[in-house]
């Protein structure tokens, strides 16, 4: 808490935007079901490749003439948790870098980081070719957010005292043990709150400005 936080790293999917996946939330509106698919992947089973691949599969499936209007019309219509817009603009008032790294939809990230102010957005792609297939782009591995961040890290020499990480599931507790400060927001996942370094319990994301180092030793 005397570190001066100079970057916060935050997760997506149910830490800023209400919906807890956004791939799940296409599959919910497509009226398609992958969470036996989602067991075999947080048990390492399958890649994030064959995941995406899995889901689009059933979406073309279910859905006629599925084009990447139709998905980002989806996206376009999840909103942002309360807090979320006040507490980044309280961020970028004292000079704090924030980036979202999320295994979540790119659309969405790019929505969300230009309606806050969040300068970075690291997410995966869902895109059309030229033929209008439906394809996915990995950019990241989800189970790998630390790898990210610590790139991130390095590339501006942030130490990590300095920096701070927001996640909610347990793909991101890599982003919090190479941090100086981790919170948990909008979860009572246990392996997650107890990794975190405080435990945000309120659903407003503005609670999270108590926890930000903004002094120097």
């Known amino acids: 808490m005397n570190k001066k936080t100079k970057l916060i790293a935050f997760d997506m999917d149910g ?9 799940g939330t296409l ?3 497509f009226g398609t079901d992958s969470s ?5 992947y947080m048990n390492g089973e399958v890649t994030d490749d064959e995941f995406v691949k899995y889901d689009i599969k059933n979406w073309e499936e279910r859905v006629e003439n599925l084009n990447i209007e139709k998905i980002n019309a989806i996206l376009d219509k999840v909103k942002m948790r309360n807090g979320a817009k006040e507490l980044i603009s309280e961020i970028n008032k004292r000079g704090i870098k924030s980036v979202i790294i999320s295994g979540g939809i790119s659309h969405l990230a790019k929505r969300i980081s230009e309606e806050l102010g969040i300068t970075e957005y690291y997410a995966n792609d869902i895109l059309e070719d030229e033929n209008g297939k439906i394809y996915g782009k990995v950019n990241l591995d ?8 610590r790139k991130i890290m390095k590339n501006n020499n942030f130490k990590e005292s300095e920096v701070m990480a927001v996640g909610d599931e347990e793909i991101d507790i890599g982003m919090f043990e190479i941090v100086g400060i981790s919170v948990a927001v909008n979860t009572d996942n246990a392996k997650v709150i107890e990794k975190a370094t405080y435990h945000v319990k309120e659903e407003n994301l ?12």
Request: aromatic share 6%; hydrophobic share 30%.
């Open 142 to 149: 989800s189970r790998d957010k630390g790898a990210v961040l």
């Open 15 to 23: 830490t800023l935007i209400e919906t807890k996946s956004s791939w």
């Open 36 to 40: 036996e698919m989602l067991k075999r």
């Open 206 to 217: 503005l609670e999270i400005l108590e926890y930000i180092g903004d002094k120097d030793e």
């Open 27 to 29: 599959n919910e509106e």
